[in-house]
C-alpha cells in the first residue's frame, strides 16, 4: 500500500497539471458515483491535498473528491487525452485541456461538500499528517507522552493513522531502525532522550522518503552503494525487506518477524531487546 510519502508525491504531480485549470471531463468509473460527473465538470480545481494516505481534489464550487488508493490503487498523470495502455480498471478520470489525470484499482472514492469533509468517518480520526511540513518534531514527541498512544508498543503505535496519518509498514521499520530502538517497547518506556530521537527519525525518515522517490537510506550511503553498483532495490531501505542480510551500520544480520499479520524488519545489533 502506498504511504504518505508516495500519496503526497501523487498529489503534488496532480496538482501540477490540475490546480488552476478547468475539468472538462470527469468519468467515474464506479456506477454509484457517475452521478456527480455533471456536476464536477466545468469546474475550477483549487488544491490536492492529502491526509495521511487519503487524497482530497478540492473544486472551486465547493466541492471534494475523497479518494484512497488502498493497496492496488495508482495514479496516473499523462499529456494529452490519450489514456494509456493498460488492464487495470480505471475509477477516475480527470482532464484538463492539456493533461489526463487518471486512478487505477481504488474504490475507496466519494464525492462531498468540502465544508463537510470533517464529517468524513475517515478523516475524522487521523492524527497529524506526517508529510505536513508543519508538523515539528516536538508535536510528534508530545503524541508519544499521550495517554491514548502512551502505553501501545511501537511496533503497534506506528501504524496507527490516529497516532500519526501516512505511516506504514516500510516507514515503520526504517524510523525505529534509525531511532534505534526496539519495536517491542511502549512509548511510555521510552526515556525524554529515545522519545526526542524517535520524533525525530520520524520526520527525517518520512520526509527524506518523500525527496527521493521512496530511499530512506542517507544520501552518502545510497550514493556509495550505487557506485558499488547495487541495484536501486539494494539500496533503497536499511532493513525494510532485507532479512538475513548484513546490517549496513554494524553488520549484524537483519531480522524479520510477523507482528499483527504485518511484517516487521530489526537488527538486533542496532534496536537491542534488553535496551532502556
Same mark, same amino acid.
Given at each position: !500500500?502506498?504511504?504518505?510519502?508516495?500519496?503526497?508525491?501523487?498529489?503534488?504531480?496532480?496538482? =501540477?497539471?490540475?490546480?488552476?485549470?478547468?475539468?472538462?471531463?470527469?468519468?467515474?468509473?464506479?456506477?454509484?458515483?457517475?452521478?456527480? *460527473?455533471? &456536476?464536477?465538470?466545468?469546474? $475550477?480545481?483549487?488544491?490536492?491535498?492529502?491526509?495521511? $494516505?487519503? !487524497?482530497?481534489?478540492?473544486?472551486?464550487?465547493?466541492?471534494?473528491?475523497?479518494?484512497?488508493?488502498?493497496?492496488?490503487?495508482? #495514479?496516473?498523470?499523462?499529456?494529452?487525452?490519450?489514456? +494509456?495502455?493498460?488492464?487495470?480498471? !480505471?475509477?477516475?478520470?480527470? &482532464?484538463?485541456?492539456?493533461?489526463?489525470?487518471?486512478?487505477?484499482?481504488?474504490?475507496?472514492?466519494?464525492? #462531498?461538500?468540502?465544508?463537510?469533509?470533517?464529517?468524513?468517518?475517515?478523516?475524522?480520526?487521523?492524527? +497529524?499528517?506526517? !508529510? =505536513?511540513?508543519?508538523?515539528?518534531?516536538?508535536?510528534?514527541?508530545? /503524541?508519544?507522552?499521550?495517554?491514548?498512544?502512551?502505553? $501501545?508498543?511501537?511496533?503497534?503505535?506506528?501504524?496507527? &493513522?490516529?497516532?500519526? *496519518?501516512?505511516?506504514?509498514?516500510?516507514?515503520?521499520?526504517?524510523?525505529?531502525?534509525?531511532?534505534?530502538?526496539?519495536?517491542? /517497547?511502549?512509548?511510555? =518506556?521510552?526515556?525524554?532522550?529515545?522519545?526526542?530521537?524517535?520524533?525525530?527519525?520520524?520526520?527525517?525518515?518520512?520526509?527524506?522518503?518523500?525527496?527521493?522517490?521512496?530511499?530512506?537510506?542517507?544520501?552518502?550511503?545510497?550514493?556509495?552503494? &550505487? %557506485?558499488?553498483?547495487?541495484?536501486?532495490? #539494494?539500496?533503497?531501505?536499511?532493513?525494510?525487506?532485507?532479512?538475513?542480510?548484513?546490517?549496513?551500520?554494524?553488520?549484524?544480520?537483519? %531480522?524479520?518477524?510477523?507482528?499483527?499479520?504485518?511484517?516487521?524488519?530489526?537488527?538486533?545489533?542496532?534496536? +537491542? %531487546?534488553?535496551?532502556?
Amino acid at each position: !500500500m502506498p504511504e504518505g510519502p508516495e500519496i503526497r508525491r501523487a498529489a503534488d504531480a496532480i496538482g =501540477d497539471v490540475l490546480v488552476g485549470e478547468v475539468v472538462d471531463t470527469v468519468r467515474f468509473g464506479l456506477p454509484r458515483l457517475r452521478k456527480y *460527473a455533471r &456536476q464536477l465538470r466545468g469546474q $475550477k480545481v483549487v488544491d490536492v491535498e492529502t491526509r495521511g $494516505k487519503a !487524497m482530497l481534489t478540492h473544486f472551486d464550487h465547493g466541492y471534494s473528491i475523497y479518494s484512497h488508493n488502498q493497496l492496488y490503487g495508482v #495514479w496516473q498523470v499523462v499529456e494529452g487525452k490519450k489514456l +494509456p495502455n493498460t488492464t487495470r480498471s !480505471m475509477r477516475l478520470l480527470l &482532464q484538463t485541456a492539456d493533461h489526463s489525470a487518471i486512478l487505477y484499482s481504488a474504490s475507496d472514492i466519494s464525492v #462531498w461538500p468540502t465544508e463537510e469533509l470533517s464529517e468524513h468517518p475517515f478523516l475524522q480520526k487521523l492524527g +497529524p499528517d506526517i !508529510m =505536513d511540513r508543519r508538523l515539528t518534531w516536538r508535536a510528534v514527541a508530545a /503524541r508519544l507522552e499521550d495517554a491514548r498512544f502512551a502505553g $501501545k508498543s511501537l511496533s503497534v503505535l506506528y501504524l496507527d &493513522q490516529v497516532f500519526l *496519518a501516512g505511516n506504514g509498514n516500510y516507514l515503520r521499520s526504517e524510523i525505529l531502525f534509525d531511532a534505534g530502538l526496539d519495536p517491542k /517497547r511502549t512509548a511510555a =518506556d521510552l526515556t525524554r532522550g529515545e522519545r526526542g530521537r524517535l520524533a525525530r527519525s520520524t520526520l527525517d525518515i518520512s520526509r527524506r522518503s518523500y525527496d527521493t522517490g521512496g530511499i530512506t537510506l542517507a544520501p552518502q550511503l545510497s550514493n556509495s552503494l &550505487q %557506485r558499488q553498483g547495487l541495484t536501486r532495490e #539494494w539500496r533503497r531501505f536499511y532493513v525494510f525487506g532485507r532479512a538475513d542480510y548484513p546490517c549496513y551500520r554494524c553488520g549484524s544480520e537483519i %531480522r524479520r518477524e510477523e507482528v499483527g499479520s504485518r511484517r516487521l524488519y530489526t537488527c538486533p545489533g542496532c534496536q +537491542p %531487546r534488553d535496551a532502556g
